[in-house]
């Protein structure tokens, strides 16, 4: 994944390079903008989050867990209301059961369960953008003119890792540890995962252009999944732990029965996978979101800046 992102930031430096070129105005394809982001992501998913049920957005964000992020991206402007985007991003996420408030059933569950994870992320995506003021005719240098709202959608590929961290210190990577049972024949229902996936994204943002060229702004964007195991916890059972050693090695088998469970449940002397007592949720899938502050520049022919209906380039 870090080869494609190398892949997108290489030819998306040259053109930077490049911009002291003039461009044909006959083209399209110039009315290039390119950009960097920075800003905090914030994970939605089984560990951790706010006080009450596991919801979605704002409600369930754990502000001890947030992490940072930071992207490139570039966009082409073939109409003036409308953008295509190929961007890249990388950044953490994390979780932690002991940040749950333990107030209420949920939360107290929760706070006992006493799981934990962090994660890189690496994304490479396309999306449209849509600049719903670029319709309404404005005064040229006005404040409608250089303020620019827009909403975002697209899709692309995610590459995430789960780890957590073991009684050495160290952070020991999840998914070949298989903690849910996944790929085992004991149990049929836990299947293996793959950390590089395809995702859709949406969201919001405006900008504000400080020149004829220059612009700061702000987004939130929101990351729909496919997968429950960003956070590898996800099952709504235990497994017997002695299924580890018949699938891993003895040092993985040794390392998986430590981090399986970490509960502070009273068990009544059972052991976890003889109760019914749940590790995670697997009717919703997880989430992720980043709120980034923005700084572009357009790199075609300046006194083309306007991007006014009924104007063009």
């Known amino acids: 994944m870090n080869k494609l992102l190398f892949s997108l930031f290489i030819p998306l430096g040259f053109i930077y390079a490049g911009k002291a070129y003039s461009q044909p105005k006959a083209s399209w394809l110039n009315k290039l903008e390119l950009g960097m982001s ?166 919001m943002g405006i900008k504000y252009y400080i020149n004829a060229s220059l612009y700061i702004g702000t987004e939130i964007l929101y990351r729909k999944l496919f997968t429950d195991q960003v956070d590898n916890v996800s099952a709504s059972s235990y497994i017997d732990p002695a299924t580890f050693d018949t699938y891993l090695s003895a040092a993985d088998a040794v390392r998986a029965k430590r981090l399986y469970y970490q509960g502070k449940f009273d068990l009544g002397g059972q052991a976890p996978h003889q109760t019914t007592l749940p590790r995670g949720n697997p009717q919703q899938a997880d989430a992720f979101f980043s709120q980034t502050i923005h700084i572009g520049k357009r790199l075609f022919n300046q006194q083309d800046r306007r991007l006014k209906c009924p104007i063009s380039y």
């Not at 408030?101 to 449209?128: K, M, V, W």
């Not at 620019?148 to 999840?174: C, E, M, R, T």
């Open 38 to 203: 920075v800003g905090p992501q914030f994970f939605l998913g089984d560990l951790g989050g706010g006080l009450g049920p596991g919801s979605k957005l704002l409600k369930d964000i754990d502000m001890e867990e947030t992490r940072p992020s930071m992207g490139l991206y570039l966009n082409i402007h073939p109409l003036d209301w409308f953008s295509l985007r190929m961007g890249a991003q990388v950044g953490t996420i994390s979780a932690n059961d002991v940040h749950s408030p333990g107030i209420s059933s949920n939360d107290i569950f929760r706070l006992n369960r006493n799981l934990h994870f962090r994660s890189g992320t690496q994304e490479l995506y396309l999306a449209t953008a849509f600049y719903p003021l670029q319709l309404i005719p404005s005064k040229a240098g006005s404040l409608l003119d250089n303020m620019l709202p827009y909403v975002v959608a697209g899709g692309g590929l995610f590459h995430f890792n789960p780890k957590a961290q073991d009684i050495d210190g160290s952070w020991v990577a999840l998914q070949p540890l298989r903690l849910e049972g996944q790929g085992f024949a004991e149990y049929p229902q836990s299947r293996p995962y793959k950390l590089t996936q395809f995702y859709l994204n949406g969201g």
